[in-house]
């Protein structure tokens, strides 16, 4: 389709370049608009990152108003309102879903998350997602006006200059302050573990007897130059690993070349952070584990015997 | 505030992601007919309420949205220590989509003013768009405080402590305030036998969209779910084994540098 425009938010900067890419391709080649609105309450750097905008708003707000989503909903439906776009675009971080639901119910208008790819189509945005944590994909149209996609990135891309400077419309404050004091925030130490950049993760699940014996999961990510990840009950039940290493929905999605899943089972809500790993290696007492149906190459056995095994095997000895 | 503490929870009865099943030979899962069960984080939302409500006293109210089935939802939620229960429930649409279920919580809530903290789930088990509380709050215009690891209510306030992909936050709201917790946040409990054989003696309350003063029209659905499929997987499900566990390693090793996946 062309002739139409589609509106892009992101609270993060580097969420921009790639979803004013993803708004470029939506419209197409010739009249189709791409117009970007930007937060400017002194939380980040904003205007940096606009080439491939035809206009760009900046959303007045109040210094680190970015912690209340009614405060962002508000100013970018102003916004919406001057660009009357086809489709409001937003990242699906959870700030960004967070502001897609608050603008959808200010404007009763139809919103998705987490959505993997979309068109523009006459009857309306033909969006695909995942669904039922990740075990099945499904299709839907969004209908009626000013509907709302919130959308997963890939990689960051890089930032384009703007080739003309594309024009500037400030939108001013709204009216009173925001209902969410914020107390507090912290922005989480770089160098930590970023799990989704591994290239090779073994990762180990309930099948582990005791805290202690991760040392044996660690020596054999050692052997094979690998991370250490974890699912759900290791991290949030046990607690034997942070966060930082647990894969699946509600933690960390992750696509290394190599994931060996040790002592997992394969819940459906595991299943969904590991998926898209090149090749993946089970290794699991029970043959009739639901990870092996996932897995290219599959090992029935004890994981204490078979990862010192595995140990053995990749020194050599 | 006055009075004691009115905790709501909503929770969904969601199609079961694990019974659930596509058809062999279309690839498709009819989800109007698949298995349902309660959504996994509206458990931590139900067990959240109904901490606070043993710390400070008041109650807990259960609210879903949905087809009389939905009811299994609410039991549960009265089994885990929810108070009361409330079905909002429309003959003419069993289904709702997003829009239409925020639309008749909001309703809800407009007609049967009086919570102070309303928890959501931060996501449904099914399908996640973890849109539900937010827009709630959007429609009835109260505060929502998403993501919630830690929850602390003060005099007529609550903190909330919550982690983004880059950045960790502490913020704080005045009653009322829509919270959406996430599964870090508690391990609820498992229901007793007692607790459950208590839930289903519970009077369940039902509305339907006359009572709530809407016209069905108001929550007719905005999206239209063509299809839900599962994609195919190809793995080669390759089992490895050798005479010994040493051999069995060393097969292992040895396809793994074919593969090209092993320095």
Known sequence: MSGETVLVFSEEAEAIPGLLAAARAAVGPGPGRVELAVLADGGGPAGSAVGGADRVYRLLLPENARHDPELVAVALRRAQEAANPRLTLVASTKRG?????RLAGATDSAVSTGVASFALEPEGVRIRREVLSGNALGEEVLLGPRPIVAVMLGAPVPAVPPTTPPEIIDVPPPEGAGRIALVERTVKPAGGLRIEAAERIVSVGRGLRKKEDLSLIEELARAMGAV??????????????????????????VKPRLYVAVGISGAVQHLVGMRESTVVVAIN?????????????????????????LVRALSGA | ???????WVAVKHGVDVVLARADRSTGTVAMDRAPRKTSDFDRNAVEEAVRIREKLGGTVTALTVGPPTSKEA?????ALGADEAVLITDPARPDLDGRGVARALAAYARTHPGFDLWFFGEGSTDHFTGTIGPRVAAEIGAPSLSYARRVSVEDGAVLVEREYEHELEKVRAAFPAIITVGQEINQPRVPTFMSTLKASK???RSFGPSELGVQPSDWAPLARRDRVFVPEVNRKRQAVSGADPATTARGLVDALRREGVLP
Request: proline fraction near 7%; charge should be negative; glycine fraction near 8%.
């Open chain 1, 97 to 101: 879903r967070e502001t897609a639901a």
């Open chain 1, 228 to 253: 250490v990840g974890c699912t759900r009950p290791i991290a949030a039940e046990a607690g034997w690993l942070s966060d930082d290493h647990w894969i699946g929905l509600t933690g960390h999605r």
């Open chain 1, 285 to 309: 007492k029970d043959p009739n584990a639901p990870i092996f149906a996932q897995s290219d190459f599959t090992v029935t056995g004890d994981l204490y015997t078979v990862v010192p095994a």
């Open chain 2, 1 to 7: 505030m006055s009075g004691p503490i009115r905790l």
């Open chain 2, 74 to 78: 609410l039991r549960d939620a009265l």
């Open chain 2, 202 to 204: 519970k009077e369940i």
